[in-house]
């Protein structure tokens, strides 16, 4: 490989991409992959749509970029009204950022602002889940309950509480999962009391895990105990939908499945879908008009409702509306949550399957009595993925209980995968479920 420039989070270097279309992608050797994880959770719709790509050229052809402060710009406009359209009742206030990070740090700055607006300022602390991951700006960093990401940054953000994730799955307690979901529930009351309620301005979590916590799926009771909860404290309650919104679940959002009403809500990844930088901070029309009327929001993004990236997304979602790909992603992601289930009884050390839709994981163990990890130093999560790789799947992996250890991998196609697409991914998963077995010295059934 020629000498790089770049560099990223590691030395690690990748073939140069030649070209994608669908769920495919080709290296510049005329390598096939599948992309089985869309990236990171971003190709909701596949590579190279025409439509979208068509759609991009038209407003090329108008104009790139318009600042905000200058000009408003008809794409902007028609997709924050889009957008709005899909959300909870009073939700319909849309800010235009250019990723996940960004919405984030949007969100609980507005909710800071909002309590400043109607004379509660001693509202500061957001609380959010351990392990979690809401970005990697200091504010969104300062949120994510993973020790590994955060502690060399510690000096300079203000750390704010968390509270255990709702990994029911690992409780051993002779309670129902409901029960569980509840119990959970409840320390988010118990860290409130414990903050002092008068301090709390907000909770955040996702609905459904991203790659914290390996597409994590709390009981049903755990949701409307939290919302219940946040009404009591007069806490608002921020979702962030970045890995889990636009369709992904087998709902636009995955607070649908539960009928959760937040105050803001977090998009990005799938909403622009990879075809250009694209997220969207929705916020409640009170919240957005008490700090309006204060003298406005203090925030701001240079690229913020960028025609070019309102065109891709306008056209990202017509592609969601007019093929179903909610409703594919429900269908495909039972089919594909099956075959992964199926795995594991060739498989003693697949402990867990889990998600929604097209949002799923699976989680590797000693034992499926005890659920204890691998051991840390064995890094199932870097092996398997590179013989997935080697074999031309693209799944993506991490470690669930802190980052340290506990390994799962999502694997998560584009909404416009087929069951042929499904077949040719778990032909060349299980390949490399077994090549992985054998080096760690895992047993094994056989096909």
């Not at 968390?162 to 509840?182: H, Q, S």
């Amino acid at each position: 490989m020629k000498p790089s420039n770049l560099f990223y989070q590691s030395r690690q270097r990748r073939p140069m991409l030649e070209r994608a279309q669908g769920v495919s992608m080709w290296d510049r050797d005329g390598r096939h992959y599948i992309d089985a994880c869309s990236g990171a959770m971003v190709s909701n719709i596949g590579h190279s749509n025409p439509r979208v790509l068509a759609a991009m050229r038209a407003q090329m052809e108008k104009s790139t970029f318009g600042y905000r402060l200058h000009f408003e710009n008809e794409p902007a406009e028609e997709l924050a009204r889009r957008v709005a359209a899909r959300m909870p009742d009073g939700l319909d206030r849309v800010f235009f950022v250019s990723g996940g990070s960004e919405a984030v740090e949007s969100s609980i700055k507005l909710a800071r602002q909002y309590t400043i607006a109607v004379g509660d300022e001693a509202r500061w602390k957001v609380i959010s889940l351990k392990p979690s991951y809401h970005g990697a700006t200091l504010g969104a960093l300062a949120l994510t309950g993973m020790d590994n990401m955060q502690v060399p940054f510690l000096p300079m953000m203000q750390q704010m509480p968390k509270i255990p994730a709702p990994t029911c799955y690992l409780d051993n307690d002779g309670l129902t999962m409901a029960e569980r979901g509840i119990r959970h529930a409840e320390r988010l009351r118990e860290e409130i009391l414990r903050q002092g309620p008068e301090s709390v301005l907000a909770f955040i979590m996702e609905p459904v895990g991203g790659a914290s916590t390996g597409a994590l799926v709390a009981p049903d009771s755990y949701h409307a105990r939290i919302a219940e909860i946040c009404r009591e404290f007069g806490v608002l309650l921020i979702l962030d939908e970045v890995m889990s919104g636009a369709g992904r679940t087998g709902r636009f959002l995955a607070a649908d499945h539960w009928g959760l009403k937040p105050d803001i809500i977090a998009l990005s990844k799938g909403f622009g879908a990879g075809y250009m930088p694209l997220g969207a901070m929705v916020a409640h029309r009170r919240i957005v008009d008490a700090v309006l009327d204060h003298g406005g929001f203090i925030h701001g993004y240079t690229y913020a409702g960028n025609p070019l990236a309102c065109a891709a997304g306008l056209a990202v979602l017509d592609e969601i509306e007019e093929q179903d790909l909610c409703g594919n992603a429900a269908a495909m992601g039972e089919v594909l949550k099956g075959e992964l289930t199926a795995l594991k009884a060739r498989y003693p050390f697949i402990a867990d399957v889990r998600g929604k839709g097209l949002l799923l994981a699976f989680e590797l163990a000693q034992d499926r009595e005890s659920l204890a990890p691998l051991p840390r130093e064995m890094n199932a999560y870097i092996h398997l993925v590179e013989e997935a790789y080697s074999r031309g799947l693209i799944i993506y992996a991490r470690r669930t209980r802190g980052g340290f250890e506990g390994d799962h991998f999502m694997v998560c196609p584009p909404m416009i995968v087929t069951r042929e697409d499904i077949a040719e991914i778990m032909n060349r998963l299980t390949a490399s479920l077994d090549a992985f077995a054998d080096r760690a010295g895992l047993p094994r059934g056989n096909a």
